[in-house]
């Protein structure tokens, strides 16, 4: 999955996977100054043929989204996509 383009619900490009860490897709966007979000695997199908993946939350959701530093912090994540970080996604 590293490398695909990611679109949101509402048909914007989120950027690309740069990589998965656990249970979170780790989407990475911006050109000098590169930012990186997670988005729980809940939130993500990906289509191996076209090499892309396309999430089930929108634009606003992923910009809003706990930034990724020194590694994805679980329950800030999954408070913020509404999942229990002491339970595994549905």
């Keep these: ?34 930012k990186r979000r997670a988005v729980p695997n809940a939130f993500v199908h990906a289509d191996d043929n076209e090499r892309v993946v396309r999430l089930t939350v929108s634009s606003e959701l992923v910009a809003s989204s706990p930034k990724i530093e020194d590694g994805p912090d679980e329950q800030a994540i999954a408070e913020h996509y509404g999942l229990r970080a002491d339970e595994p996604a549905a």
């Design 1 to 34: 999955m590293q490398g695909y383009e990611v679109f949101t619900s509402d048909g914007h490009n989120a950027g690309r996977v740069a990589e998965v860490q656990g249970e979170n897709v780790i989407v990475e966007h911006g050109l000098l100054r590169k």
